[in-house]
């Protein structure tokens, strides 16, 4: 059985390594990757190495997605995204969960019920970042979420079937990270079915207020990974 004082000293080392590595590969800027590992030290206080596990497998996910092809992507959109992320956009994705570690503290005879919410919130992301990234190299026909007609891949509210179906495997893979510590039972397909449905979400608030310029992406995917949170917590 590990130490309390030993299990924190591993955490902190490999939010150390993590760290590192995000800035030297040029994944995170140096306060993105501090908000991160901010956020990951929440999640182990609220929920333990389950919360910190979650979001691991969501940047594995979502790194290894935004990687693929990058080539491919220049080509499609015509302009280089490889600038790392900041922290906006760390808190975007990980805001939610940040703030369900949080509660989880706060009201410590909830923390399973908040522990469903932040993998919900996390499967969101998954599956956004999947889709978006993957969708644009594999996608054949791209459609308006609002009007079902073609429109140009790449732009808010577009989406395609391949890249929807990529989606649902992001989600599915941070259901499963779930399960480890949950078990393989009802809430694998309640946290894949929040993916979809936040998903769902942000291709709608993309297509709604992004292209109006009413909010930015930032907040498109706080919001979204906030509805994947709330589906997993009407369901349960």
Not at 16 to 31: I, P
Request: hydrophobic share 60%.
């Amino acid at each position: 059985m590990i130490s309390a004082t030993i299990a924190y000293i591993l955490l902190l080392l490999l939010l150390a390594a993590g760290m590192l590595f995000s800035v030297k590969r040029r994944k995170l800027t140096r306060w993105a990757a501090f908000t991160g590992a901010i956020t990951a030290l929440l999640l182990y206080i609220g929920t333990g190495f389950a919360g910190v596990l979650l979001m691991t497998a969501f940047f594995i996910i979502g790194t290894a997605a935004t990687s693929h092809k990058k080539y491919l992507k220049l080509k499609i959109n015509g302009d280089d995204d490889n600038a790392p992320r900041d922290t906006w956009q760390v808190l975007a994705n990980s805001g939610i969960a940040a703030i369900l570690s949080v509660a989880a503290m706060l009201f410590p005879a909830h923390m399973d019920e908040m522990l469903l919410m932040i993998a919900g919130a996390f499967a969101t992301a998954a599956a956004d970042t999947a889709s978006s990234e993957l969708g644009v190299i594999y996608g054949r026909n791209f459609y308006n979420i609002i009007s079902w007609k073609k429109d140009q891949r790449g732009l808010d509210g577009v989406i395609s079937l391949e890249g929807t179906v990529l989606g649902l495997a992001g989600g599915l893979l941070i259901a499963m990270v779930y399960s480890l510590f949950a078990g393989f039972g009802w809430p694998v397909a309640a946290i894949a079915l929040a993916g979809a449905a936040g998903n769902f979400a942000d291709s709608l608030l993309g297509a709604i207020l992004e292209r109006k310029q009413v909010i930015d992406n930032n907040m498109v995917n706080f919001l979204a990974t906030l509805a994947g949170a709330i589906v997993v917590a009407l369901i349960a």
